[in-house]
């Protein structure tokens, strides 16, 4: 069966994952700010949109049959109440026969519990964090069994590896362990999500494995043939993200199970 699918962010997650969609025979639509990527979408197959946050939302993304929202906020220059008002705003202008994803973080765990999974109870401690947790609230408060929630961890996948930012360096908390997750699987529990019409759900996504810092992205900068990291040690406390759950509820068997499944680009 053919549907409308739309992308609200269509970048280095969005972007694949239209293109899953096209290859499965259905109409895509992506937003974004540039003509330029605007261009490059069309090229593609996929129905672009201009729309940047603020702006009022294109009517075919408010109608679709599924719409995912996979707009960060972004670190630098962080503006917590502006963007939740928009992305509030945004929200409101969606179909009511529209089914929603909504892209969170598991960072609204903050670093001070030790073990967590779909159930655990919230702890952000950074704006980011707290800003996905309310925006989660909202969610789930006007949307209900429309809509879900997918809490990734720390995304990799393409040439896209934190080994690139950490060689070299000296670092802390070299004992505290990984939490990743590869962009494949990500769009492997997205469309099984929309597939299954899986809607009403807070979702956790992770690798299952998760080795210490020091002894991953030690091995990860050997891989690549770059400069070692070198690590402290620390007794603090050490965030595991679990999602058993998720994957045994969407029938998911990871690509990547462990981080060092996952490819490492070779540095040139």
């Not at 025979?25 to 979408?41: N, P, Y």
């Not at 009517?59 to 509030?88: T, Y």
């Not at 945004?90 to 929603?100: E, F, G, I, R």
């Not at 997750?181 to 990500?186: M, S």
């Amino acid at each position: 069966m053919k549907n409308t699918y739309a992308l609200i962010g269509c970048g280095w997650l969005g972007l694949p994952l239209a293109e899953s969609w096209l290859r499965q025979g259905h109409h895509v639509i992506g937003t974004t700010r540039s003509q330029d990527k605007a261009d490059q979408l069309a090229t593609l197959g996929i129905q672009p949109q201009l729309f940047a946050l603020g702006e009022r939302l294109p009517p075919v993304v408010a109608k679709a049959d599924a719409v995912v929202l996979n707009i960060p906020p972004g670190r630098k220059n962080l503006k917590p109440e502006s963007f939740r008002q928009n992305i509030e705003a945004l929200l409101a202008q969606v179909s009511s026969q529209t089914k929603l994803l909504f892209i969170s973080t598991s960072s609204v765990f903050g670093q001070h519990q030790s073990e967590v999974d779909e159930a655990s109870a919230t702890e952000p401690d950074t704006p980011s964090g707290e800003l996905h947790c309310q925006l989660e609230a909202h969610l789930h408060s006007h949307f209900g069994t429309r809509a879900s929630v997918l809490r990734l961890a720390g995304l990799i996948g393409g040439d896209r590896h934190p080994v690139k930012m950490l060689a070299g360096r000296k670092l802390d908390n070299g004992q505290r362990p990984v939490n990743l997750i590869h962009r494949d699987d990500v769009i492997n529990a997205i469309n099984a999500i929309v597939r299954l019409n899986h809607w009403g759900y807070t979702l956790h996504l992770a690798a299952n494995d998760h080795p210490s810092r020091d002894t991953f992205y030690t091995w990860a900068a050997k891989q690549a043939g770059l400069a070692l990291p070198s690590f402290t040690r620390d007794e603090g406390p050490a965030k595991i993200i679990h999602s058993q759950q998720t994957q045994k509820r969407l029938g998911l068997t990871l690509a990547y199970p462990s981080p060092f499944d996952m490819p490492v680009p070779v540095s040139d």
